[in-house]
């Protein structure tokens, strides 16, 4: 049962976990997609990228800033079958630049793609090699846009 | 000749009459003697007899010897001129010498690609410097040795510290680059090359050594002056007798890299995104201007010495480490064991100022060490304190604040002052790390989130050694003026739990030092003695521009009044702790945290390309107090607002450091740019169970209201649901019930 206690212009409620069982009747209002003032996730609303969305860390602003965006925009529109083959050239330029700067980019050995994998291999292996050898960026679903940059877990 | 003996025509006379004029003195004075002058010891007038021809010997003997003189003097000047030149070479390189062995991160990793990169004329040209210039079309002989002699010096080239090359090189470079290239090429290798101008248009005249003067001193003395004009004042300096120091030829804005070459002052005289203040907002805003406009060159000025680094760190994490050198480092360790350091970047993502123009896919500079003193609004240019104008196309201030004092302790003199620590930067955490090594006794003045985390963590501290760590403000409880009373009190009692006397209620009377301790008078009559003081009184927001920018000032909040784009005025936004902005949902205010100062600086870079969003993402902020009391807060969350709090009955789970723990991410709170590390203290001794008690306020949420619209929300000890809080206080709805609001937030689970 739920407690109320009221100190001043203060109130304190104490809660079970069967208190807050049943679902809540607070209403919310509801997101507008198309809400131009939202933090957008990595892809905008119109397809096009969000290059400065937090999940990408520092990446598209960095010394290989240009290499990056280059490289991955190259991706992202490629309509080949298998995604990004015709990339190949931007994501070794994209690497030559990261190896140039090991401090920010460290190269992890697992983590570094090698030219002769498939471009989807190499594409998404870069992509998630970035991700994880930069710090600051999350676990991102690059396909999928990301409200929340921080908190979420 | 002919001109000697006209002038000799007209002398003559001159000098015979003065002449005439020496020998009647002495003959008056020789008068009691009654003798004529020919031998009177006297007279200055050296030789011989007095008849005409010896006089006109004289004469010419005397007009000789001042012309002898005269060129003795020019020349020695000249050679003094070189020799102090010399000098001045030689103590700024051993000058940046000291500095760049003290800079941690050296620039040399950053230099030799930078330099590859981005000096597309310069590099190759200190290399064909070295093999004589006869290669270059049409110098004059002079114009070799010239360039041989400061080629020689440039010896040691890149591959030692490019700091001392710098002067040397560009030295070098000047008078080759000066004979190839024409005048007008006022951007790029311009500053080396209008160096150059002078020297060589010198060279052709006449002298060698001017030349090689003004171009280094130039490079030493890099005041103001937009690159235009340097034409026609080098060309009318080149006219002028060589004799002339370099002091005017001030337009040489040679870029200097020195956030981490010190020695060369060169600054661009004009950049396209010009942030004033290198501290989060300032970052954020770069980043978000790389990301946004593709090759954007990004100018950060700041009067630190430090690169663009995080301040949460500073009063938390730092102190919980364990390694020693972490006052050198830096870095400190998450939960999980992921380490980094508060600085933003290596230095390797930043390129030196003096490259900015260069670079080809542009990048971020930081000139360190450089105060804005004056801001130029129609001009679109700002001065800095050694006299050097930068122009921009778009600026922005994030100058943060400056940490307040108390008046008693200002005017307590300087034994007093020397032993208090106003805590704001690195070199504070530094010398507070230093001090507290060494003490029996430190106090803290200020109850809210500094004061409070910092005596949490010296408390902490106090375990190991035996350092009584004392607190004290004028409210009632810790964050007194952000948590209701309620939790307040309950606040207070874990930090006496961290080992920290509280002393509550406490109004600073004054302040002496007796016997090298400290004694602080309390209003009440209480008395407290004391080794230090940290004064964490609050943040004075920076607005020293306003006055020579005519931006408006904030009389409520203080800082600079901004639209909700963050607008001050045309081509100028401001972020950070120093802006005074307008939140469409809660009104205008002035936020002093972490999170917004990177959300508003990430504006601000979006509306400095174009985006014109106003500010709408809500910031949020955190403090850990100790391994119990962890709480994320986003909105107004003012005490003297009605609350509402909705608790759970806790669990041992619920702290930050199990949140971490579970979650394996060692982040609990995130910034949206940067990852913070904001998991708490190892605690030594295990948390204690909690009490399954009726005000034990374990976990929950905590509704702030204002006219029954929640604008503030604090989630207490309950992680990652920000989102929703965040969306509950956009939607500004009134709602009836709290508890089912609450419910939203799921506490009880994890």
Redo the contacts between chains.
């Keep these: 049962m739920?407690?109320i206690r009221e100190?001043?212009?203060?109130?304190?409620?104490?809660?079970?976990?069967e208190?807050?069982a049943?679902?809540?009747?607070?209403?919310?209002?509801e997101e507008d997609p198309n809400d131009?003032?939202?933090?957008r996730g990595l892809i905008l609303p119109s397809g096009e990228i969000n290059?400065?969305c937090?999940c990408?860390?520092?990446m598209?602003?960095?010394?290989c800033?240009?290499d990056f965006?280059d490289a991955f925009s190259c991706f992202h529109y490629s309509k080949e079958e298998v995604k990004g083959s015709e990339c190949l050239e931007q994501f070794r330029a994209m690497q030559e630049c990261m190896q140039?700067?090991p401090?920010?980019y460290p190269q992890e050995d697992d983590k570094v793609s090698e030219t002769d994998k498939t471009s989807q291999d190499s594409a998404s292996a870069e992509i998630s090699g970035a991700n994880s050898t930069s710090?600051?960026v999350q676990d991102s679903n690059t396909t999928q846009p990301n409200?929340?940059?921080?908190?979420?877990? | 000749m002919l001109k000697c003996r006209n002038v000799w025509k007209k002398l003559a006379p001159l000098a015979r009459a003065s002449s005439t004029v020496c020998r009647q003195n002495v003959r008056r004075a020789g008068l009691p003697n009654g003798r004529i002058p020919a031998r009177v010891p006297v007279a200055h007038m050296s030789t011989g007899p007095t008849g005409g021809g010896g006089e006109n010997h004289l004469y010419v003997l005397l007009v000789g010897a001042a012309c002898l003189g005269g060129g003795i003097y020019a020349y020695q000047t000249i050679k003094g001129d070189q020799q102090r030149y010399q000098d001045r070479i030689n103590e700024i390189s051993s000058r940046s010498q000291k500095a760049a062995t003290e800079e941690p991160t050296t620039p040399i990793?950053s230099e030799p690609?930078a330099v590859k990169a981005s000096k597309t004329e310069a590099v190759p040209e200190p290399e064909t410097q070295a093999a004589p210039s006869p290669e270059e079309p049409s110098p004059p002989v002079p114009d070799v040795e010239l360039a041989a002699a400061p080629s020689e010096t440039a010896e040691p080239p890149p591959a030692d510290e490019p700091v001392v090359e710098a002067p040397q090189e560009e030295a070098a470079e000047p008078p080759a680059a000066r004979v190839v290239e024409e005048a007008d090429e006022p951007v790029v290798e311009a500053p080396p090359e209008e160096a150059a101008e002078p020297p060589a248009a010198r060279v052709v005249e006449e002298e060698q050594s001017p030349p090689s003067e003004p171009s280094p001193a130039e490079l030493t003395e890099p005041p103001p002056a937009p690159v235009v004009e340097s034409e026609p004042t080098a060309a009318a300096a080149a006219e002028s007798p060589s004799a002339e120091p370099p002091e005017p030829q001030p337009e040489v804005v040679a870029v200097s890299g020195v956030d981490s070459t010190p020695a060369s002052l060169k600054v661009p005289s004009h950049t396209p995104y010009l942030l004033i203040g290198g501290g989060t907002a300032s970052f954020a805003a770069?980043?978000?201007?790389?990301?946004?406009d593709?090759?954007a060159k990004v100018l950060i000025v700041t009067d630190e010495p430090d690169l663009p680094y995080m301040r949460p760190p500073l009063s938390k994490e730092l102190w919980f480490s364990d390694d020693p050198s972490v006052t050198e480092t830096l870095r400190f360790k998450q939960w999980n064991g992921?380490e980094?350091s508060i600085y933003f970047?290596?230095a390797?993502?930043y390129?030196n100022p003096e490259e900015l123009d260069s670079a080809e896919?542009g990048?971020?500079a930081v000139l360190t060490g450089k105060k804005v003193v004056q801001m130029d609004v129609r001009g679109n240019k700002v001065k800095l304190d050694d006299e050097t104008e930068i122009s921009y196309d778009k600026c922005l201030i994030a100058t943060g604040g400056v940490p307040r004092n108390l008046q008693v302790i200002e005017r307590a003199g300087e034994e007093v002052t020397q032993k208090t620590t106003l805590f704001r930067k690195i070199d504070d955490f530094k010398s507070l790390d230093k001090v507290t090594r060494n003490i029996k006794s430190i106090t803290i003045i200020g109850g809210g989130f500094l004061g409070s985390e910092l005596a949490c963590a010296l408390g902490r501290r106090s375990h190991e050694s035996d350092l009584e760590v004392i607190q004290m403000y004028p409210e009632k409880g810790n964050m007194g003026k952000v948590l209701?009373?309620?939790l307040s009190n309950w606040t207070t009692e874990k930090v006496k739990r961290e080992g920290v006397k509280v002393i509550t209620e406490a109004l600073v009377k004054s302040v002496t030092c007796k016997d090298d301790k400290l004694e602080i008078q309390l209003k009440d009559g209480r008395l407290v003695k004391t080794d230090h003081i940290v004064a964490a009184v609050g943040l004075e927001p920076n607005v020293d521009l306003a006055k020579s920018a005519g931006l408006e000032v904030d009389s409520d909040f203080g800082g600079y009044r901004v639209n909700a784009e963050l607008q001050a005025r045309s081509n100028i936004w401001v972020a950070g702790d120093a802006a005074c902005f307008y939140d469409i949902r809660l009104g205008r205010r002035r936020v002093e945290h972490h999170?917004h100062a990177v959300v508003s600086g990430?504006l601000a870079?979006?509306n400095m390309t174009g985006a014109n969003?106003?500010y709408?993402?809500q910031s949020?902020f955190w403090s850990d107090l100790g391994p119990d009391v962890g709480y994320?807060a986003i909105g107004i969350v003012d005490s003297s607002?009605?609350?509402?709090?909705?608790?759970?009955?806790a669990t041992a789970k619920d702290t930050p450091k199990a949140a971490t723990e579970q979650?394996g991410?060692g982040i609990r709170?995130?910034?949206?740019?940067?990852?913070t590390a904001t998991s708490p203290v190892a605690s030594s001794t295990p948390a204690p169970a909690m009490e399954q008690h009726?005000d034990d306020y374990g976990k929950g949420v905590i509704f702030y209201l204002r006219d029954k619209v929640v604008v503030g929300i604090i989630l207490w000890n309950v992680f990652?649901?920000?989102?929703i809080a965040r969306?509950?206080i956009?939607?500004g709805?009134e709602?009836a019930?709290l508890?089912?609001?609450?419910?939203?937030f799921?506490?009880?689970e994890d």
């Excluded at chain 2, 009605?642 to 009955?649: I, L, N, Y």
């Excluded at chain 2, 709170?669 to 990852?675: A, C, H, V």
């Excluded at chain 2, 508890?739 to 939203?744: G, I, M, Q, R, Y």
């Design positions: 739920s407690s100190e001043g212009k203060d109130q304190i409620i104490f809660v079970t976990k208190d807050h049943t679902p809540s009747s607070a209403e919310l209002v131009p003032y939202e933090e290059w400065n937090p990408l860390g520092g598209a602003s960095g010394p800033g240009t965006k140039r700067y401090e920010l710090p600051t409200t929340e940059g921080s908190v979420e877990s | 990793q690609p770069a980043r978000s201007i790389r990301a946004r593709p090759g992921k980094r970047q290596p390797s993502f390129i896919n990048g971020v209701p009373e309620y999170d990430r870079g979006e969003k106003p709408w993402h949020m994320e607002l009605p609350t509402v709090g909705v608790f759970a009955k979650s991410t709170s995130e910034s949206e740019t940067e990852d009726k990652n649901r920000m989102p969306k509950i956009k939607d709805e709602h019930d508890n089912e609001v609450a419910k939203l799921n506490i009880h």
